[in-house]
């Protein structure tokens, strides 16, 4: 099977499971406990859910990504170093929940707050760790086994929380989630870890000064690029939350849209998590990159696309359709949000082109400043736009990295600059807002001028040649024999 098909494949699979489960996750339980508990619980929720991701770095220090590249590149570094790694992995569990604690105490969480990011940076660590044995089954190009862990955890949690939401007649409690989250990794960090373990059949175990030294100096550069791009991520809920009289509020409002980011996110993550081990084996071994460049390219943008027009035509109807509660500003803060997602789709995929080739240095820096901008932008923003600041405050930090490691790939020769595609892709783009605004006129279901804008849009990306035949074809085959 050819690297484009067989990668083809493995996007279909992950996306298949994932469609099935996540999305259900998302507007089914998610939503509903959002719902349940109100804008005011769920926001200081969600300020500790991002609160706890701020020093996710530290539970890693780029271990991951560093394996995965090694073990994509070598399969024996899996048997030399997993029991090594795992272990270092647990002590640096125990300094990260020591220094997010204590910043936590010091910036006044208290009570049922500290309670609940206590148990936050549990699932944080063992989100981290069920990451790490993940990273060695993709590594070894088992993507079919990696399609299935990276479901199995949601599962889990999608059948605990189902139960105490419809199964009880008690109101469900925002604790309960943190809880439910908390026993579905610890089940399904357990069975991966055994299938990884049993993936690299005579483990070895000794842990040296020297190796742990060479270990940090080869991943800390990983680490620093996490820990940029978790910051700008994640900081916008906790200042909402820290910096406004009313931020547990605005911190739930800002949700309402950041919810559908992060779901579209989850989707783009489970896209690189494949293309990075693959690209850093064929750069590895000096393969060409370009066609599986401009496959992902086409894969990735049409339905960024399509989310970028969506996020402003539509966006009255989809929050009102999901949320008892909105607010006034979550309509624009979702506009933002959605606009975001084309540029996180540029950092995510000219960044992965980047890091798989070593380029760390350059990806510290454009994260580095995208992390500033982010910072910046919301301590003047937040005070008199709050969520809508917020929101706006993601749009310029996505898009200062995703252009960055875009004009950074074509400036070191990765890639071409892709002008036919852009020149394809601008009109379309044109094309449909034209069409969408134009249907808007009809006095029809949301539902009905959704699809019918969807279908259009797609008809538009076909007659414009961004698909291009041979991908179809392969496209069809690779289902089919699948």
Request: some cysteine; proline content about 2%; glycine content about 8%.
């Amino acid at each position: 099977m050819s690297t484009n098909r067989r990668f083809l494949f493995d996007v279909l699979l992950l996306l298949f499971l994932n469609l099935l489960v996540k999305p259900f996750w998302i507007f089914g339980i998610d939503r509903t406990v959002q719902n349940e508990v109100g804008s005011e619980n769920y926001g200081l929720y969600f300020a500790l859910f991002n609160f706890s991701y701020l020093f996710n770095s530290l539970l890693d220090l780029g271990i991951t990504n560093y394996n995965n590249r090694s073990v994509a590149r070598e399969a024996d570094f899996l048997k030399d170093n997993l029991t090594k790694l795992t272990g270092i992995k647990i002590g640096l569990g125990g300094l990260y929940l020591i220094v997010t604690l204590s910043v936590g105490w010091f910036l006044g969480y208290d009570g049922t707050e500290f309670q609940l990011l206590f148990f936050l940076t549990i699932n944080q660590f063992l989100t981290s760790l069920l990451l790490f044995f993940r990273s060695n089954i993709s590594g070894l190009q088992r993507f079919t086994w990696d399609s299935i862990a990276s479901v199995f955890d949601r599962l889990l949690l999608i059948g605990i929380c189902a139960y105490l939401i419809w199964g009880i007649d008690d109101r469900f409690q925002i604790e309960w989630l943190v809880y439910s989250q908390t026993a579905s990794l610890l089940i399904a960090t357990i069975l991966i870890g055994v299938i990884a373990h049993s993936m690299g059949s005579g483990l070895s175990f000794s842990l040296s000064r020297d190796y742990v030294i060479t270990l940090l100096k080869n991943s800390l550069p990983f680490a620093f690029i996490i820990l940029f791009m978790s910051m700008y991520s994640r900081l916008d809920a906790i200042m909402l939350e820290r910096l406004l009289s009313d931020g547990k509020f605005y911190s739930g409002v800002y949700a309402h849209g950041y919810r559908i980011l992060d779901m579209l996110n989850n989707f783009t993550f489970l896209f690189t998590a494949i293309l990075f081990p693959l690209l850093s084996r064929m750069l590895f071994q000096k393969e060409p990159i370009l066609d599986l460049i401009q496959l992902s390219i086409r894969l990735l943008f049409i339905p960024a696309g399509f989310v970028l027009l969506g996020g402003w035509f539509f966006r009255e109807d989809i929050i009102h359709m999901l949320y008892s509660d909105p607010d006034a500003q979550s309509f624009t803060a979702f506009s933002w949000l959605m606009t975001s997602w084309l540029f996180l789709v540029m950092a995510s995929l000219f960044g992965t082109v980047l890091t798989a080739a070593g380029e760390l240095k350059a990806m510290m820096v454009i994260t580095g400043i995208s992390f500033v901008l982010n910072f910046v932008f919301n301590l003047f923003a937040i005070p008199d736009y709050q969520a809508e600041g917020a929101a706006l405050a993601t749009l310029i930090a996505q898009a200062s990295c995703g252009l960055g490691t875009f004009i950074y790939c074509v400036y070191k020769g990765y890639i071409p600059h892709f002008g036919k595609l852009w020149i394809r892709f601008i009109p379309v783009m044109l094309a449909a807002y034209i069409l969408i605004d134009t249907l808007e006129v009809w006095t029809v279901p949301f539902w009905m001028l959704f699809g019918t804008s969807l279908v259009g849009y797609l008809l538009l990306v076909l007659f414009s040649g961004i698909l291009s035949k041979s991908l179809l074809l392969e496209a069809r085959r690779v289902i089919w024999k699948s």
